[in-house]
């Protein structure tokens, strides 16, 4: 059974550093690639990075480029965020998904919530 | 500001049918796969439907979904009260190279 945990929120201060874990299991981890969703209090979801099976390619929402940054470590079947110069609009539960073949998120942890006091 | 328009809510009686619409564009819908997303109060999304009209091991066949041109449409027959949620469609968009989400939709059972 596929499972995505995730761990590492907490409370911060703006303009600090926080970073978030994935630990996965039940499927072959180096073999897809993997997301991080975010969703503010009361708001929608917003996809907020990507990165490719082997780590060469990674997508960011533009208002999080240059300041987060997405990578994997294939032997310990975990993806990671690196959250830095963070704002009070960062404030939101981070998903962890597995993404599936034809790009759909089809696998989801519980989250875990990163706020920024400001 | 989302680029897949979805309206705020939809409702009706127990044992109905509703539809969900995301309406997006050539880079997105229009060229890509989309997928849609449950997510019931206090709890993380789950996909629902993927590559426009497939559902997932365990979803039941009360629900479906369709795409024409840059619109996706998101039916739930037969109506239970447990199905009241947020719905999510998403798709990749080839101009932003970036995931996109819809803005939501509230599915209320009256």
């Known amino acids: 059974e596929v499972h995505v945990v995730e761990s590492g929120g907490g409370l911060v201060q703006a303009g600090g550093s926080l970073r978030l874990s994935c630990a996965a299991s039940?499927?072959?981890?180096?073999?897809?690639?993997m997301s991080w969703v975010r969703q503010a209090p009361g708001k929608g979801l917003e996809w907020v990075a990507n990165?490719?099976?082997?780590?060469?390619?990674?997508y960011y929402v533009d208002s999080v480029k240059g300041r987060f940054t997405i990578s994997r470590d294939n032997a310990k079947n975990s993806l990671y965020l690196q959250m830095n110069s963070l704002r009070a609009e960062d404030t939101a539960v981070y998903y962890c998904?597995?993404?599936?073949?034809?790009?759909?998120?089809?696998?989801w942890g519980q989250g875990t919530l990163v706020t920024v006091s400001s | 500001q989302s680029v897949l328009t979805q309206p705020p809510s939809v409702s009706a009686a127990p044992g109905q049918k509703v539809t969900i619409s995301c309406s997006g564009s050539?880079?997105?819908?229009?060229?890509?796969?989309v997928s849609w997303y449950q997510q019931l109060p206090g709890t993380a999304p789950k996909l629902l439907i993927y590559?426009?009209?497939k559902r997932p091991s365990g979803i039941p066949d009360r629900f479906s979904g369709s795409k024409s041109g840059t619109s996706a449409t998101l039916g739930i027959t037969g109506l239970q009260t447990g199905d009241e949620a947020d719905y999510y469609c998403?798709?990749?968009?080839?101009?932003?190279?970036?995931?996109?989400f819809g803005t939501g939709t509230k599915v209320t059972a009256l």
């Open positions: 998904a597995k993404t599936g073949q034809s790009g759909s998120l089809d696998y």
């Open positions: 039940g499927f072959t981890f180096s073999s897809d690639w």
């Open positions: 990165i490719k099976q082997d780590g060469s390619e990674k």
């Open positions: 050539s880079s997105n819908i229009g060229s890509t796969y």
């Open positions: 590559e426009n009209n």
């Open positions: 998403g798709t990749w968009d080839n101009s932003l190279s970036a995931y996109v």
